[in-house]
Structure formats: C-alpha cells, structure tokens
C-alpha cells in the first residue's frame, strides 16, 4: 500500500509535490495527510560509514512512506548548496542534510527558511549562530568519540613514563566530525605531556588517502607508536601502508579509530586494530520521525543524540557477527 502510493507521487512527481505542501510548516498541510517529499542531500560515498548511512536513510523514507529526492555531493558543498536549491524550487516538505563542512551554510539555510521549508540537520553539524535557521540536529557527539579514544589510550599507557609517539589521521577538513574527534582526543591526552601528536594530517576519510598519508608518515617518522585514525576505513588503509613498511599493525603500531563498521570491526577482532569507538550511521528510523513531526509543525528537541558505544578486540570478536553495517 505504502509502496503503491510511493509509486503514485514518483510517477506524478511534480504535480503531486506542489499539491501536497501548499501547507508548509501549517497545521498538518491540506490534502494528503501523509504525503511527504523529504530532498536529502548526502555528502559523498567516501566510506562504509556513509554507504550504510545511505542505505538507512533510504529503507526508512520507503518504510515511513516518505517520497525521497536524493542527492550525492561527492564531498563538496558548492554540490549541497545547489542540491539544497534545487529542493527549494521543488518546493520538498521539508530538506535534510548532513553538512560536509561547519561553515557557510547561513544564505541557503535562510533561503529555505524564507520559503518556510523545515530543514534537519543529520549526522554533521553547521556553525551557524542563528539556529532558528533548522528545526533539529540528529547525530553523533563527535568530542565525546574524540574523549573515548583518548581515554583508551590514557589507560592503555597508563603505566608508562615514556613519550608516546602519536599520529593522527583526520577527516575531512572543517566537518565537524574530524573538528571534534581532534578537540576531543587533545582534551584527554593533553593532561599528560608524555603523549605527543607528532603528525596530524587529513586523510579526506577514504580508504585511499589513508594509506596515502601514513606511507607518508612512516617515512618521516621512524618511531610511531600509536596511530589515530578519525574513521575505520583511514585506519584500513593505513593497516596496508603500515604492512607494506614491515611493521605489525596492532603491535608496533597501535591504531584507534572510530565507527565500527564491519570491516573496521574484522580488523579488530583480528589484531591489527586495538580499539574502536561506534559511531552510529543508523540515522533513518528517527530522522523520517522527525521529519513527519517538523511538517506537521510540532515541537521537536533541539539536538537528538545518537546512543553509542566502543570495542576492544575481544568485544569485537562477540559482536561481528551480529553486525548489520
Ligand atoms: O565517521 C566517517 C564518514 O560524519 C560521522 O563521515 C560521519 C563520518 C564518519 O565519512 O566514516
């Protein structure tokens, strides 16, 4: 039935979408109740991370019976601006988005909010100081992510006097995720002076680049004792890069990364990583429920947090196999 009615607005797209959000942010719109256009601009495919978070987004807009217009913007934000426009001009019931960056967002956030279209932030967060410019910001706590590693580590060498040589892998430079996870990490190491960041270098969160960036590493730094990787798939290639150099990954090198997505999780279990804070990238079920209150113009909590939690090896080794991402 859902599926039928999906099928009907796709098939009468425009038409249908003009009709059913004449209502805007009003009581409930006029005619089709339920019928809700979501335009969801994604940041890129960059890594497992973002290919389940798709995959999320996408089931639960078909099961909530959501019309999904969604676009990629492979990693830049000129592509989400113009992805944010055009859903504007489509006149959508409403427009998430995970912000690839913090800033500049303010000018096509206001130009939804002139059009009285409700926008949700998900996953990333934005800069903007006026934050009546979205109704929501559902995702991670990207410094709490940053703490634990640091904890780990702080307790992993807990009994040591010696310097730490640390590097560190980020994320994209200026999201908020490879912002946070660094403040985060630095909060907690930087109370002990022994533990020292002697390489900090973005490695974009693909597989590539990271392996990429640690081969440049381990050239220049021949004592590195812990790698800190902003996401798994980073840490996956610089597993190769740190294999290909002759070391042991795990042993000589330990590595912390963030996420936990399947193959993060096997190399865990494995050995060659040593511990992995979650991050969840299952955003769909509560998005497409807040999207459907922010249309029917109810009250929804400014910021949603996401529950999550962290792996050692023999954690990972229980889980694995019940992992769905
Ligand atoms: O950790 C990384 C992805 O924004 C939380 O983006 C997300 C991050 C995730 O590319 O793997």
Redesign the pocket.
């Given at each position: 039935m859902l599926k039928r009615i999906s099928a009907l607005v796709i098939a009468g797209l425009t038409a249908l979408s003009v009709s059913a959000c004449g209502g805007g942010s009003g009581s409930g719109g006029g005619g089709g109740d339920d019928a809700i256009t979501m335009g969801f601009s994604q940041?890129?495919a960059?890594?497992?991370?973002?290919t389940a978070?798709t995959k999320s987004v996408q089931d639960s807009a078909k099961n909530a019976g959501i019309t999904l217009k969604f676009s990629d913007a492979q990693q830049k934000q000129e592509n989400q601006i113009k992805a944010i426009r055009s859903f504007i001009q489509q006149k959508v019931d409403v427009i998430a988005f995970?912000p690839v960056v913090e800033s500049g967002w303010d000018t096509v956030l206001k130009e939804a909010k002139d059009a009285k279209i409700p926008v949700i932030l998900t996953?990333?967060a934005v800069d903007s100081k006026d934050t009546t410019l979205y109704k929501t910001f559902l995702?991670?706590d990207?410094i709490e992510e940053g703490k634990k590693a640091g904890q780990w580590l702080v307790e992993e060498y807990k009994d040591s006097t010696d310097p730490v040589n640390i590097v560190e892998l980020q994320?994209?430079t200026g999201?908020?995720?490879a912002n946070d996870?660094k403040a985060g990490f630095q909060e907690i190491i930087g109370a002990d002076s022994k533990f020292k960041i002697i390489a900090s270098q973005t490695g974009d969160?693909?597989r590539a680049k990271g392996k990429e960036v640690m081969e440049a590493f381990l050239k220049s730094n021949p004592d590195i004792d812990v790698l800190y990787a902003?996401?798994?798939?980073?840490g996956l290639g610089a597993i190769e890069a740190i294999e290909g150099a002759g070391k042991v990954p795990g042993k000589d090198i330990k590595i912390i990364t963030?996420?936990a997505?399947k193959d993060g999780m096997q190399a865990l279990a494995d050995g060659k990583i040593n511990y992995i804070v979650e991050?969840s990238?299952l955003l769909g079920p509560q998005l497409m429920d807040l999207a459907k209150k922010v249309v029917k113009g109810e009250q929804v909590p400014a910021r949603v947090v996401t529950e999550e939690t962290t792996f050692t090896q023999e954690q990972a080794k229980d889980a694995l196999s019940s992992r769905q991402y």
């Amino acid at each position: 039935m859902l599926k039928r009615i999906s099928a009907l607005v796709i098939a009468g797209l425009t038409a249908l979408s003009v009709s059913a959000c004449g209502g805007g942010s009003g009581s409930g719109g006029g005619g089709g109740d339920d019928a809700i256009t979501m335009g969801f601009s994604q940041v890129g495919a960059e890594s497992g991370w973002r290919t389940a978070n798709t995959k999320s987004v996408q089931d639960s807009a078909k099961n909530a019976g959501i019309t999904l217009k969604f676009s990629d913007a492979q990693q830049k934000q000129e592509n989400q601006i113009k992805a944010i426009r055009s859903f504007i001009q489509q006149k959508v019931d409403v427009i998430a988005f995970s912000p690839v960056v913090e800033s500049g967002w303010d000018t096509v956030l206001k130009e939804a909010k002139d059009a009285k279209i409700p926008v949700i932030l998900t996953d990333r967060a934005v800069d903007s100081k006026d934050t009546t410019l979205y109704k929501t910001f559902l995702g991670s706590d990207f410094i709490e992510e940053g703490k634990k590693a640091g904890q780990w580590l702080v307790e992993e060498y807990k009994d040591s006097t010696d310097p730490v040589n640390i590097v560190e892998l980020q994320g994209t430079t200026g999201s908020a995720p490879a912002n946070d996870r660094k403040a985060g990490f630095q909060e907690i190491i930087g109370a002990d002076s022994k533990f020292k960041i002697i390489a900090s270098q973005t490695g974009d969160f693909t597989r590539a680049k990271g392996k990429e960036v640690m081969e440049a590493f381990l050239k220049s730094n021949p004592d590195i004792d812990v790698l800190y990787a902003h996401n798994d798939d980073m840490g996956l290639g610089a597993i190769e890069a740190i294999e290909g150099a002759g070391k042991v990954p795990g042993k000589d090198i330990k590595i912390i990364t963030v996420d936990a997505v399947k193959d993060g999780m096997q190399a865990l279990a494995d050995g060659k990583i040593n511990y992995i804070v979650e991050c969840s990238p299952l955003l769909g079920p509560q998005l497409m429920d807040l999207a459907k209150k922010v249309v029917k113009g109810e009250q929804v909590p400014a910021r949603v947090v996401t529950e999550e939690t962290t792996f050692t090896q023999e954690q990972a080794k229980d889980a694995l196999s019940s992992r769905q991402y």
